[in-house]
């Protein structure tokens, strides 16, 4: 069956300190897909990065970046030079051939000034 | 592009009552889902559909809630009777084509509260 994890509940960090937050997966299948999602205070969840099993390059989008490390089924994502903007609730999801989304209890991240 | 839009974006009501949601999907986009999110939790999928056809409703709670999408374009979810544990938000998401590998882009939701 397939699980997310993301251990940390809430990190709270300073303006521009990086900050890295963690996703540990579990599936049987060769083949699936890993999602990261940004819930603002507003509620609603944005897409942020989709990757496939087969691609363990990892992906750097300005401020972001992620390391896919299949060795450890995890899918973490860090972000750099921190502002109060990316404050929100960040999820970890994985999809597994014709299976649901499931998705990761979620992190709280608080940037403050 | 127009995003994924529903209505109302807040709603209270007494248990036992019936309350009804609106979700219209990202125009093209065949595939449309909800989603349930408790408070403190990961969204829940409730039900998915291709065009106007049911794909998964195995964690739909077929007693209270029912949901459809005619004309494969917008789609309703409705709850009756209410209970207090419905209060969630509802999440109505879309994606191009079939299959959970492709990407979801989700609306704003519904704040549902029970009391």
């Known amino acids: 069956a397939q699980k997310v994890t993301q251990a940390q509940t809430e990190i709270s960090v300073v303006e521009k300190e990086d900050v890295t937050l963690d996703c540990v997966y579990e599936?049987?299948?060769?083949?699936?897909?890993l999602f990261w999602y940004k819930q603002p205070p507003s509620g609603e969840l944005v897409f942020l990065i989709r990757?496939?099993?087969?691609?363990?390059q990892n992906e750097i989008s300005g401020r972001y970046s992620w390391n896919f490390q299949k060795s450890t089924s995890s899918f973490n994502f860090t972000i750099t030079a921190s502002q109060v903007v990316d404050s929100a609730v960040y999820f970890c999801?994985?999809?597994?051939?014709?299976?649901?989304?499931?998705f990761g209890q979620g992190t709280r991240l608080t940037i403050n000034p | 592009e127009a995003g994924v839009a529903q209505s109302p974006r807040y709603k209270i009501i007494e248990k036992r009552q019936s309350v009804a949601f609106w979700c219209n999907p990202i125009s093209g986009h065949a595939t449309l889902y909800w989603y349930q999110q408790i408070l403190g939790q990961g969204p829940k999928l409730l039900i998915q559909f291709q065009n106007n056809g049911v794909v998964d409703d195995s964690q739909l709670p077929k007693d209270r809630f029912s949901a459809e999408r005619l004309k494969g374009v917008d789609s309703t979810l409705k709850i009756q009777p209410a209970k207090l544990e419905d209060s969630a938000v509802y999440l109505c998401a879309s994606s191009y084509a079939l299959g959970y590998t492709d990407t979801q882009y989700f609306g704003p939701g519904t704040r549902l509260t029970v009391l």
């Open positions: 990757r496939n099993s087969f691609d363990e």
């Open positions: 999801a994985l999809s597994e051939g014709a299976q649901k989304l499931v």
């Open positions: 599936t049987r299948d060769t083949t699936y897909y």
